[in-house]
């Protein structure tokens, strides 16, 4: 089973303006530009949700925090993010991922949120500006979105060194997922991906952004989509 979240609805402007953690977050998103929306993550969701027997794709209020903190996300073998971003490199409690709002959650999924999931995931994509960023930590590395994440029980990640634009990086998603589709671990598959993304001219800022985290070698039960499905997706 595969979960994607695509082009959260994220919130206007924190509605408790007394929770220090959400004005915060809601501040450094906006300098970002990350409230904006995501279309091109929305048809990267739904992309990506053909390569599994079963999907659940969450777009706009859907995808949103509350779902991903309360729902049980063990059956899962994929969680792909395409998303917002908010990494800061001094502090740790100023890194988020963002989701939609809603039933108590102001959105934003820090590092302490993402620790306390409980995930039975293979394999999580973080297609979300700078994912792969945070604080450095002496003896520790890196310290942002992807610590947590294995610590919750994700045995491989794809994160991003910098700001990726949802449009240019679909076809190389695609790619991505075609590769381990094919049977090939995540290290090769993405490999793969920024081959054919390079053979194809694609900008370096569209492919190059990529990379893996956690166990590089670990393969994920997918399958290769039906004939015509990208023309579905209203490409």
């Known amino acids: 089973r595969l979960l994607a979240f695509g082009d959260a609805a994220v919130a206007a402007a924190p509605r408790d303006t007394t929770d220090a953690a959400s004005a915060g977050f809601f501040a450094a998103a906006r300098a970002a530009g990350a409230l904006e929306r995501l279309e091109g993550a929305a048809r990267e969701a739904r992309l990506v949700a053909r390569y599994a027997p079963a999907a659940d794709v969450r777009l706009g209020r859907d995808a949103s925090a509350a779902f991903l903190k309360h729902a049980d996300l063990r059956g899962y073998s994929v969680v792909h993010f395409a998303t917002h971003a908010v990494v800061d490199e001094r502090s740790v409690a100023g890194t988020a991922l963002v989701l939609a709002p809603g039933n108590g959650e102001s959105g934003f999924v820090g590092a302490s949120d993402l620790f306390g999931l409980r995930l039975g995931a293979d394999l999580v994509v973080l297609s979300a500006c700078r994912s792969a960023g945070g604080v450095v930590l002496g003896g520790e590395g890196i310290r942002g979105l992807t610590a947590p994440l294995l ?76 004939a015509r499905w990208w023309s579905s997706l209203g490409r």
């Not at 990726?164 to 990086?169: F, G, Q, S």
């Not at 695609?174 to 671990?185: H, R, T």
């Not at 694609?202 to 990379?211: E, Y």
């Open 151 to 226: 610590a919750a029980g994700a045995r491989s990640l794809v994160a991003t060194q910098w700001r990726i634009d949802d449009r240019e990086v679909v076809p190389v998603v695609d790619a991505f997922y075609a590769a381990l589709a094919s049977g090939q671990p995540v290290i090769e598959a993405l490999r793969t991906a920024k081959l054919q993304a390079l053979g194809a001219g694609r900008s370096p800022r569209a492919w190059a952004a990529f990379s893996s985290v956690g166990d590089p070698l670990v393969t994920v039960a997918l399958r290769t989509p039906p």
